[in-house]
């Protein structure tokens, strides 16, 4: 290149950039998901867990969505499509999932990428407590 000059994918944060979290918050993925999925915290609300577990999605993590699964519903084996793109998630309304709560709901629109076609998953999730924990119930489209 010309004059040594290198211009930088958009795409990418600078070098030893904080990545931003998929979730949309204005944390970085280690400060915010990022430690819920290495175990060093649980998720306190109802919204965190779901925003935290859309993370999941976008970043792979097949076992933390597995983990936060209530144990009633929990799949053997959760398996990924890597064709899938996860790029933005809407939080529409949250009713409950607090630290005063024992169930919570979450309605959010997931955007994604397949196959170079976008797309959206409109979903209202339940979650429920287990031994303290915010957990995955189901989910009504």
């Known amino acids: ?12 944060p600078a070098p030893g ?16 998901c990022g430690r819920f999925h290495r175990g060093a915290a649980t998720a306190p609300t109802a919204e965190l867990l779901m925003r935290s577990r859309y993370s999941a999605f976008a970043v792979g993590d097949a076992d933390y ?7 009633e519903h929990r799949p053997a084996r959760v398996q990924l499509d890597p064709r899938m793109r996860w790029t933005g998630l809407d939080v529409l309304a949250v009713t409950g999932g ?9 309605e959010f629109r997931a955007h994604y990428v397949l196959d170079g076609a976008p ?17 995955y119930l ?4």
């Open 1 to 12: 290149m010309a004059g040594g000059s290198r211009r930088r994918d958009r795409g990418r």
């Open 17 to 32: 950039t904080p990545r931003p979290c998929p979730c949309g918050q204005p944390a970085s993925y280690d400060e915010c």
């Open 65 to 71: 969505l597995r983990r936060t699964w209530a144990a």
């Open 98 to 106: 607090s630290a005063f709560h024992q169930d919570g709901g979450v």
């Open 119 to 135: 797309g959206e998953l409109h979903e209202h999730s339940r979650f429920v407590r287990e031994n303290g924990d915010w957990v």
């Open 138 to 141: 189901d989910a009504r489209a």
